[in-house]
């Protein structure tokens, strides 16, 4: 009897097979390769700074407070803003921007270089549609909950730039980011909340996605003007207003078209409020001792060690004492303390020749008063501004 179930087990058992493979042939399709049609860099003197706000409502979003659009314009232009970009939310009048915020008889000025925006308000999350022209926004609303194929079909057909608003808050954005060309990763004046925000743009740049990194007030409600005005929200004027953060953006043109080249470019850096130092970030890649590449701009690296250089302009604590973080390919990769009468920073490195590499910066330091929106200081803390990238090695037709 053992023996016959010895036998029927080893006829039962499965059979070893032993199995051989080819070598592999694979070759990766999306592997880094040497880059050779990327244009030089533009011009880093042809160009002029304008500061703005990116993201502001006025009383054509039901929920705004005391913060018409003609408070806005005339504000802004107090402030020394080049530029305004009033972002109502385009559901509060079921998309019809164009007859609403664009038609008010206050929508103009004579100093400011005012861009055609609206905040795309969907329950998979806002974005901010920027553009120099009026469109059909209407279309872009009516698209809002069809499939990211068809919202981004569209969307390339109107022209527009569209920017991912608070990215990791509650409306955050649920779009691809495939489709989108700039990220809010600074939203109002409470610098720590954009933690995660700053990590979904790191991650984004890291996957090589060149993605501008600008800011938003998002402010909704401006000071009363009479004690009766007031409302439950106003006291939030005085900590989150316009330039809470302030964008500053280098255009080569001052048009509504400049605005948005330069914005989709990346020549972009953030401070926490109009009066803040702007932060430069610059890189010397032929080594002749003069700058020759800016934020925003992405060149081929040669594998040879570039000099890279950090600068403060405009109101910096003579005596204050600066910290500049750099960040390279999302982790930090060096420190480097300066202060207020020198402002400026220097160091060197080698980006590889053929892996895409990004380098960033973030300054920590000295507050910079904001009488106007007085307790401002307090949300933004220790937080002077961030840059845009320096790219190498980033493919122009990913």
Known sequence: MYV??????????????TASFPQSSHVNPWAPTELNNLPPAASLTDGTWLKGDLHVHSSHSKESSNNSVAKIISYSESVGMGYACITDHDNHVLG???HNTWTDPDFKSEKLILLYCAEWTTTRGHGNTISAVPYDHQRFYDVRDQRDVVVGAVKKELGIHLSANHPSGKDHFGYS??????????????????????????DMLSSGRKLTGRGGSDAHHGAAPTPEQATKNTPQAAWNYIGTPTTWIFVKDKTPQGVIDALNSGRVSVSANPYAPRVEFYADTDGNGQPDMMMGDNVKAAGKTVKFNVRLTGNT?????YTVH??????????????GKSATAGFEDAPPAIERTYYRVEVEGPSTPYPQVPKSTEGSGSMVGLTNPLYFNFNPNF
Do not use: C, F, H
């Open 4 to 17: 016959r179930r010895l036998t029927l087990s080893l006829l039962l058992a499965p059979a070893l097979v």
């Open 96 to 98: 019809d921007v164009a």
């Open 177 to 202: 980011y495939d489709m989108v060309d700039s990220i809010e990763v600074w939203n109002s004046s409470i610098w720590p909340k954009n933690a995660n925000a700053i990590m979904i743009w790191d």
């Open 317 to 321: 604590a003579p005596d204050g004492v």
């Open 326 to 339: 750099v960040i390279k390919n999302g982790n930090k990769y060096k420190d480097i303390q300066i202060t």
